[in-house]
């Protein structure tokens, strides 16, 4: 891939971050236990609920990979558990489990992309929900026991609907007019030429027919509104431009969606934080403790 990704961005500022996945590495941190092999990394499994046994890491659900800046294609580890976030031969990118060593040792990254193992994922096929609950709901009892939840903001977003459409059509902000539209009509994506993205030398780029068809977005954090339902148009891209606002970085520009994407922070109250924590059971989404 050409251009720059919000990694660059982060970089340029020197801003620690990190792309989390789990089965990087097998799960390998520094300093603890034997580093993996080559043929151990990325071989880590799991049973699911349904008992299928299912390997942790999926190389294209990494999208840092597909940059040569930010890219580890030998998944080397970080040096120390005291350099995740920062810039070593991991290059940012992780596994699952270096996340959590630098939480707990007070080092959590100024922004952290999770990815779970496959099994966890939530993706038909190889998940299930209830996979996904106790992925979820771990990570976020985890994160509330650490001294750094006053500061932070879990987003929780999804790739795809499963099959499972909303009843709503989602509006097209970026048209295509090419032979694999099919959105509008043959060969369509919306009539408006004009709405066909258009990179840094002004030519149109087709095939980025959106926005698709709507997915839940959660953020959960003590800075999140309570009880509330936003009616503004976001998308995934609202993510990026979040990180944007919040670390004062400029946008990827060259036609990314990021730019013109709808912000968050209508669900954020930073007037005032929500009282107490939420802490729920990953086995049953029920709750088991609040404070």
């Given at each position: 891939?050409?251009?720059?990704?919000?990694g660059?961005?982060?970089?340029?500022?020197?801003?620690?971050w990190?792309?989390?996945?789990?089965?990087?590495?097998?799960?390998?941190?520094?300093?603890v236990?034997?580093?993996?092999?080559?043929?151990?990394?990325?071989?880590?499994?799991?049973?699911?609920?349904?008992?299928?046994?299912?390997?942790?890491?999926?190389?294209?659900?990494?999208?840092?990979?597909?940059?040569a800046?930010?890219?580890?294609?030998?998944?080397?580890?970080?040096?120390?558990?005291?350099?995740?976030?920062?810039?070593?031969?991991?290059?940012?990118?992780?596994?699952?489990?270096?996340?959590?060593?630098?939480?707990?040792?007070?080092?959590?990254?100024?922004?952290?992309?999770?990815?779970?193992?496959?099994?966890?994922?939530?993706?038909?096929g190889?998940?299930?929900?209830?996979?996904?609950?106790?992925?979820?709901?771990?990570?976020?009892?985890?994160?509330?026991?650490l001294?750094?939840?006053?500061?932070?903001?879990?987003?929780?977003?999804?790739?795809?609907?499963?099959?499972?459409?909303?009843?709503v059509?989602?509006?097209?902000?970026?048209?295509?007019?090419?032979?694999?539209?099919?959105?509008?009509?043959?060969?369509?994506?919306?009539?408006?030429?004009?709405?066909?993205?258009?990179?840094?030398?002004?030519?149109?780029?087709?095939?980025?027919?959106?926005?698709?068809?709507?997915?839940?977005?959660?953020?959960?954090?003590?800075?999140?509104?309570?009880?509330?339902?936003?009616?503004?148009?976001?998308?995934?891209s609202?993510?990026?431009?979040?990180?944007?606002?919040?670390?004062?970085?400029?946008?990827?520009?060259?036609?990314?969606?990021?730019?013109?994407?709808?912000?968050?922070?209508?669900?954020?109250?930073?007037?005032?934080?929500?009282?107490?924590?939420?802490?729920?059971?990953?086995?049953?989404?029920?709750?088991?403790?609040a404070?």
């Open positions: 891939m050409g251009g720059p990704n919000i660059d961005l982060l970089n340029a500022q020197n801003i620690t990190g792309w989390f996945q789990s089965g990087f590495d097998d799960g390998y941190v520094p300093g236990g034997t580093p993996p092999t080559t043929a151990q990394i990325c071989s880590g499994t799991h049973q699911n609920i349904g008992g299928a046994t299912v390997t942790d890491y999926i190389p294209h659900h990494e999208p840092f990979e597909y940059y800046s930010t890219a580890n294609p030998q998944h080397l580890p970080p040096t120390s558990v005291a350099m995740i976030g920062h810039q070593d031969q991991a290059n940012h990118q992780y596994d699952l489990a270096d996340l959590w060593a630098a939480a707990d040792s007070g080092n959590l990254p100024a922004v952290s992309f999770l990815k779970a193992a496959a099994y966890q994922d939530g993706h038909g190889y998940s299930d929900p209830l996979d996904e609950q106790h992925f979820l709901v771990s990570t976020i009892d985890h994160l509330e026991s001294p750094t939840w006053s500061s932070t903001a879990v987003v929780i977003t999804y790739d795809d609907s499963d099959g499972w459409y909303d009843h059509v989602s509006p097209v902000l970026t048209g295509s007019q090419s032979s694999v539209d099919a959105l509008s009509g043959t060969g369509l994506c919306g009539t408006n030429t004009a709405a066909v993205p258009k990179n840094s030398l002004g030519q149109p780029e087709q095939g980025r027919c959106g926005l698709g068809p709507r997915l839940p977005f959660l953020v959960v954090s003590r800075w999140a509104k309570r009880n509330f339902v936003s009616s503004s148009l976001i998308d995934q609202s993510v990026v431009n979040f990180i944007e606002q919040n670390w004062s970085l400029p946008t990827l520009g060259n036609g990314a969606a990021d730019a013109t994407a709808g912000s968050i922070t209508p669900l954020f109250n930073f007037d005032e934080p929500s009282a107490g924590k939420l802490y729920l059971d990953p086995i049953t989404g029920e709750p088991n403790d404070s």
